[in-house]
């Protein structure tokens, strides 16, 4: 695949040609089209906006190049800002990476409250199955946090995750509620 390119804007990763981001939505749902609900597919006209943990992974797998300013962002510069802008970057970006390679689309998780949302086929295509929190092994999970979590993934009827990463390996710990 001929890589495409973006800008870097502050905290994200712009790609203007309207071609590219069909392809790039298209070929894994990566980003999300600027002012565009829900896609439907290709279907929509306007540059696609990319986390920085997306843009990151799509430069790694040489999909992506950057440039800020018309200068070229190498994939060093662009972990820097990573780790800069994320608290936990590696842990996430390990998770994220993991989840990509088993064929799921992984989107950010801010609108649940969460680090991630993962699907199994892409949004618009079904619901996100699962709801991802990613912790250090060392972080304490309290029983409001817990809860809260429980509450939120019920609600929106999603499987709460928590994803820990230990040298190179996630491990996943999943949640399920029952009514009694």
């Known amino acids: ?17 309207i071609e590219n981001s069909r ?9 999300k089209p600027l002012g565009v609900a829900k896609p439907k597919g290709k279907d929509f006209d ?3 906006i990319l986390d920085l943990i997306e843009a990151y992974y799509l430069v790694r797998t040489k999909m992506l190049r950057v440039r800020r300013a018309g200068r070229r962002v190498g994939v060093e510069q662009l972990r820097s ?3 800069k802008e994320y608290v936990g970057f590696r842990e996430k970006y390990t998770v994220y990476h993991h989840l990509r390679s088993l064929g799921y689309v992984v989107t950010p998780g801010i609108k649940f409250g969460c680090d991630f949302a993962v699907y199994r086929h892409g949004p ?14 060392s972080d304490e999970i309290t029983a409001t946090h817990m809860v809260l979590s429980g509450r939120l993934a019920t609600t929106v009827r999603k499987q709460f995750l928590i994803a820990s990463v230990s040298g190179n390996e996630p491990t996943y710990l999943a949640f399920d509620w029952w009514r009694a």
């Open 23 to 31: 392809r790039l939505y298209s070929e894994g749902y990566f980003g």
């Open 46 to 48: 306007a540059p696609l």
């Open 1 to 17: 695949m001929k890589p495409v390119y973006g800008e870097l804007v502050e905290n994200r990763v712009i790609v203007w040609n």
């Open 81 to 83: 800002k990573c780790l």
């Open 124 to 137: 618009g295509i079904d619901h996100a199955p699962f709801l991802i929190q990613v912790m250090k092994p």
